[in-house]
């Protein structure tokens, strides 16, 4: 009897329930944190497009003292990527660190997009 067994692949993934690197991390991607203090309202921009929403819906955070687009997108990109925080955290990071914030978004979705492995047995 001859039995023939198919290789099966698996997927890892970056499955953290925390934020890849800190608030503070910017030289984590130098590049993109140059980016963002040269031309912060294009940066911004940017990051949305590649999180999925309009590219001109962070324009709208100059209404308000806490930056509606900031931290709707922040707590978004909590729940997708499974990541424990608060709303009180968003609300506070969203409101007085706000490049540091756009920065982080961005490395975190550089980390959880592209840290996929597929391994063949």
Not at 31 to 59: D, H, N, Q, R, V
Request: glycine letters at 4%; aromatic letters at 12%; one cysteine or more.
């Amino acid at each position: 009897m001859v039995t023939s067994q198919q290789p099966s692949a698996f997927v890892m993934t970056n499955t953290s329930n925390q934020w890849s690197s800190g608030i503070c991390d910017c030289c984590d991607n130098v590049a993109e944190c140059c980016f963002s203090f040269w031309c912060f309202p294009c940066f911004t921009c940017c990051t949305a497009k590649k999180y999925g929403e309009c590219l001109c819906l962070p324009i709208l955070d100059g209404f308000g003292f806490i930056p509606p687009v900031t931290l709707a997108m922040r707590a978004s990109m909590r729940h997708r990527y499974g990541i424990q925080g608060s709303i009180c955290n968003d609300c506070l990071y969203s409101t007085f660190c706000l490049p540091c914030t756009w920065c982080q978004m961005s490395r975190e979705m550089n980390a959880r997009d592209h840290n996929v492995t597929l391994i063949k047995n």
